[in-house]
């Protein structure tokens, strides 16, 4: 028939013949003939391309560590063969700076960051940070020390500073708590 497939197999022979081409039986010699279309070696070389693209593909579906949380929400990529959606969300590292307070020798001071900072419970002690500055030129801020503390259940920190005085006359210190955190 005339196709675009062949198959020839002569009757003395075991060797069965494929094709991609014409083909058409000619009764005058009791032959077929046939007509390549695309040749048996275009043919062997594109399957072994095709392995070569199967087997890579194979070994990149294979590599990957990363977890759905290291992956940003909304956003896939395929792990060990796997495709995973991200869970990750886009934090920010945010400073709150609360207004300067003068603060005498052991004076305690309260700051309440439940209004602040939504996951206030997340926040610990080094989350706030005081820096200061002497009001007084004789008195050097490094002879300080300052205590702080931190509630996690009511989101309250508490400060005070000691050494913050001259002569036995208390001294005050101007302190500005900033509070870092990621939300």
């Known amino acids: 028939q005339d196709e675009k497939y062949y198959a020839i ?40 391309q095709l392995d070569d693209l199967t087997d890579e593909i194979n070994n990149l579906k294979s590599l990957g560590t990363a977890a759905a949380s290291d992956i940003m929400s909304g956003k896939n990529a395929v792990v060990n063969g796997n495709l995973i959606t991200g869970t990750k969300t886009d934090k920010v590292l945010k400073i709150y700076t609360f207004p300067d307070d003068n603060v005498g020798n052991t004076a305690v001071r309260s700051i309440n960051v439940s209004a602040i900072v939504q996951d206030f419970s997340s926040l610990t002690v080094d989350n706030l940070v005081l820096e200061a500055r002497s009001s007084s030129n004789n008195l050097n801020t490094r002879n300080m020390t300052f205590f702080k503390t931190y509630n996690a259940s009511t989101g309250i920190y508490t400060y005070y500073v000691v050494g913050a005085s001259l002569n036995n006359d208390t001294l005050f210190t101007k302190v500005t708590p900033k509070l870092y955190y990621v939300e």
Do not use: F, M, P
């Open 9 to 48: 197999k002569n009757i003395n022979n075991t060797k069965v013949t494929t094709g991609t081409g014409t083909c058409s039986y000619d009764e005058a010699t009791n032959t077929y003939l046939s007509v390549n279309l695309v040749s048996q070696e275009l043919v062997d070389n594109l399957q072994e």
